[in-house]
């Protein structure tokens, strides 16, 4: 099992910056692919950037120059810095890990951090 803890959500005004991160601990070793969904209300759940332990990283147009996704192995620990926040970032923002690549249904999601952007 795999256990992810977030932080770093908040309130902030468009423009502005958040970073969240999101330690896991458990079997570990099996975990290739760490990244972020988001859910806003109303809306479907979404990819909003993914990353390799070997550092290839990708991301949901939307975000693509404003947001970025680093992992630090040692700490087993991935973090997503996000500028230029608009209001149409505001979300849940879910930690996700898979031994593969990340989807719907990989078995280990985070509890959830609360980003809101005012305008």
């Known amino acids: 099992q795999v256990q992810l803890v977030e932080s770093g959500g908040g309130w902030v005004q468009a423009g502005g910056s958040l970073r969240l991160s999101c330690a896991a601990s458990?079997?570990?070793?099996?975990?290739?692919?760490m990244g972020w969904y988001r859910q806003a209300p109303g809306k479907e759940r979404e990819l909003v950037a993914a990353?390799?332990?070997?550092?290839?990283?990708s991301y949901t147009d939307s975000v693509k120059g404003r947001f970025t996704i680093s992992r630090d192995n040692g700490k087993n620990t991935v973090y997503l810095q996000m500028n230029s926040l608009k209001p149409e970032d505001t979300a849940v923002y879910y930690c996700?890990?898979?031994?593969?690549?990340?989807?719907?249904?990989?078995?280990?999601w985070g509890q959830g951090t609360q980003v809101t952007v005012s305008s």
């Open positions: 990353i390799t332990s070997g550092g290839m990283s």
């Open positions: 458990g079997t570990i070793f099996s975990i290739n692919c």
């Open positions: 996700v890990a898979d031994r593969v690549f990340l989807r719907e249904s990989s078995p280990y």
